[in-house]
């Protein structure tokens, strides 16, 4: 039983493997296609590659995923081929192996509906071309015919002479453009540079469309902005530039060499170029502004055009934006024969509106400054220092400068540009001309320096007479004030010892009186004992009276004499001795008596002396007076200091 089952088995699987067999049955995988090779049938037509009408060879149609029927092993041969895959940011370039022969003069096969040459049956019977394809393949999967078509994608891009960049997406970066080049169009015409622009090629990413609409071969006009674009390497080529930057402070004046021909649009009264409007052969009217704009440089030029003041030095040096490099002093001769040179500094102005007029005139600023400023200026300073002498160009340096700047601005109006001064820097006139006015101004400096030096020395001596003299001021301020002061304390001095002259007269008379008055009643008293005694008592007593009345009369005497011929020096001591005295100072003895030979005055004076400092009262005066018998008194030569001693009263 088991061995019928057995049986059974294998012959239905002989019987499905021979339906297989017989019915030709072909698998295709998911991500694969079938290429169907036919083993035998007709002959293919000579150039041709894929069987179109059933002949023998590679067929146009490939099998997609599945199960397909009809393909018997002894008819046909199936390969299985991979489907293309072409990964994001990549392009894949396609290579036909059969089609129409490309035509003389294109190095590319054009474009022809093939569903992206899936379809290779289209693609033979729309015309399609043999070779490399214009057309290419964007990121997806293709499922193409291998026997046909060739596709080089990333991976394998090493095989074909090429790297994985090139089938990159091309990028142009930001503030940059790209310039074209085309490898297919027609010619460019003669005369011209650049292919000029077409429409409907989308940035060059339909190169059909392209040389449909007539492009040309070569450089193009036209540039690429920043951006992704899908472009055919085998096409095209770009090179990024950075955009053309227009400063602040200048505009742009384009000069195109492409374009349609140029129609000026200057106006009659510019006759010396031609200003066309933009996107024309020539200078175009309107300037570039400040800012970044996209222009293709390989077929235009900007030149830049500085609308700010600009200074020009014929000097040693150099001003930033170079136009001055190659200008140097200027070397002039004047009216006598004397060759010296000067510093000049020109100040232009340019408008934006005036700026493409000035190109087109000159061509360049570098030119305006080499062709124009640098003659224009150098000759008129030629010209005007022969007019005068070297001395008179520097005495006269203002007015030449004047002289300059309208001759200069009047030059230079003609050609659109602006004087806004003109300024004459360091002049080096002949050293043997300086020399000789310089000895000559020093000499004159040295005359009016000794002049004022001598002057100087007369106000110094001036000077220090009135400092000396204020010096001394204070002193004699000082001196003036103390012959004041003397001359008044000699006046002083004088009232006073008038005072006490006039007051010991009358103190003398009433000493006297009252002695007077004493010794009389004393006498009277007195002769009633003895007349003997009262008579020597009355004769003692006026002699003692008498003599009071002399000292008296002496020192009044005195003092009238004193300040009659006493001088304010010699005064002026008594009065301090008086001074002293009042206060208890004692300078010399108190009572000195004078050896003056007569005893009696010596006496006297002492007396007198001890009355006037003591005060002694009259009575003891009297008394002291009076002669002391038996006693042996002193005289004025007698004791070792000259002292008066009164010997002890006998009462009566």
């Known amino acids: 039983m088991e061995y019928i089952v057995v049986l059974a088995v294998l012959g239905l699987l002989l019987g499905i493997g021979a339906v297989v067999l017989l019915s030709g049955l072909q698998v295709i995988g998911e991500n694969e296609s079938g290429l169907v090779i036919k083993k035998f049938g007709k002959s293919l037509p000579p150039g041709r590659l894929i069987a179109l009408d059933g002949e023998a060879g590679y067929q146009a149609e490939l099998l997609p995923p599945g199960w397909h029927f009809g393909y018997p092993f002894w008819r046909y041969k199936m390969t299985s081929v991979p489907v293309v895959v072409v990964p994001q940011g990549h392009i894949a370039l396609v290579v036909a192996n059969g089609g129409a022969a490309i035509p003389t003069g294109n190095i590319l096969g054009r474009e022809v509906s093939c569903d992206n ?22 990121a997806g999967t293709y499922r193409i015919n291998p026997a046909l078509f060739t596709v080089i994608t990333p991976e394998n891009a090493e095989a074909f002479g090429m790297s994985e ?12 453009v790209g310039i074209v080049t085309t490898l297919d169009g027609r010619p460019i015409p003669a005369g011209d540079l650049a292919g000029a622009p077409v429409e409907g090629h989308d940035s060059f990413q339909s190169a059909q469309r392209f040389l449909e609409a007539g492009g040309c071969r070569g450089l193009q006009e036209q540039v690429l902005l920043s951006g992704s674009w899908n472009l055919n390497p085998w096409f095209v080529r770009v090179e990024q530039i950075p955009m053309t930057e227009v400063p602040i402070g200048y505009v742009g004046v384009v000069v195109s060499y492409v374009g349609r021909e140029h129609l000026d649009v200057s106006g009659d ?31 235009m030029k900007v030149e830049l055009v500085p609308t700010t003041n600009i200074v020009l030095n014929w000097a040693q040096r150099t001003e930033q934006h170079k136009y001055d490099e190659k200008l140097s002093p200027i070397t002039v001769r004047s009216r006598d024969g004397f060759s010296f040179t000067l510093d000049v500094s020109q100040i232009i102005h340019i408008s934006m509106k005036q700026a493409p007029r000035v190109i087109s005139r000159v061509g360049s600023m570098q030119n305006l400054v080499d062709h124009v400023l640098q003659p224009t200026v150098a000759n008129y300073f030629r010209n005007s220092a022969q007019q005068v002498t070297v001395l008179e160009f520097l005495s006269a ?8 700047y309208e001759a200069i601005h009047g030059a230079l109006g003609a050609y659109d540009v602006e004087c806004i001064d003109t300024l004459i820097g360091d002049i080096q006139p002949p050293g043997e001309l300086m020399k000789t006015q310089t000895d000559r101004k020093i000499a004159e400096e040295l005359q009016r320096t000794y002049e004022v030096q001598r002057e100087a020395q007369v106000r110094r001596r001036e000077l220090e007479r009135a400092t000396a003299v204020a ?19 000699a006046l002083a001095a004088a009232e006073t010892a008038k005072g006490e002259a006039a007051r010991t007269r009358l103190h003398a008379d009433a000493e006297a009186h009252s002695m007077r008055q004493r010794a009389e009643a004393e006498a009277h008293a007195l002769r009633q004992r003895a007349e003997a005694e009262a008579e020597s008592k009355r004769l003692h007593g006026g002699a003692e009276a008498e003599a009071t009345r002399l000292v008296g009369e002496a020192k009044a005497e005195a003092y009238r004499t004193g300040v009659a011929a006493l001088g304010a020096q010699a005064f002026t001591a008594v009065q301090l001795a008086t001074v002293m005295a009042q206060h208890g100072v004692k300078l010399v003895p108190e009572i000195a008596l004078g050896q003056d030979g007569g005893g009696g005055q010596g006496l006297l004076g002492a007396l007198m002396a001890r009355v006037l400092q ?17 006693n042996g008194v002193t005289n004025g030569h007698g004791g070792e200091h000259g002292n008066v001693v009164e010997p002890p009263r006998k009462e009566a």
Do not use: C, Y
């Not at 340096?397 to 300059?404: H, N």
């Open 614 to 630: 003591n005060g002694i009262p009259p009575q003891g005066l009297q008394r002291a007076a009076k002669p002391q018998q038996g």
């Open 471 to 489: 010096n001394m001021q204070g002193e004699v301020v000082r001196s003036e004030q103390m012959v004041a002061i003397s001359e008044k304390g």
């Open 165 to 176: 960049e090139d089938l990159e997406i091309f990028s142009v970066g930001p503030d940059k």
């Open 117 to 138: 040459f899936q379809d290779a049956r289209a693609f033979l019977d729309n015309g399609g071309q043999k070779g490399r394809q214009l057309a290419f393949l964007t």
């Open 269 to 299: 009264e510019f006759t010396h170029g031609d200003l066309v409007e933009r996107g024309r052969k020539g200078v175009w009217i309107e300037p570039l502004l400040p800012g970044k704009h996209p222009l293709n440089t390989r077929v």
């Open 397 to 404: 340096r203002t007015d030449r400068q004047r002289e300059a």
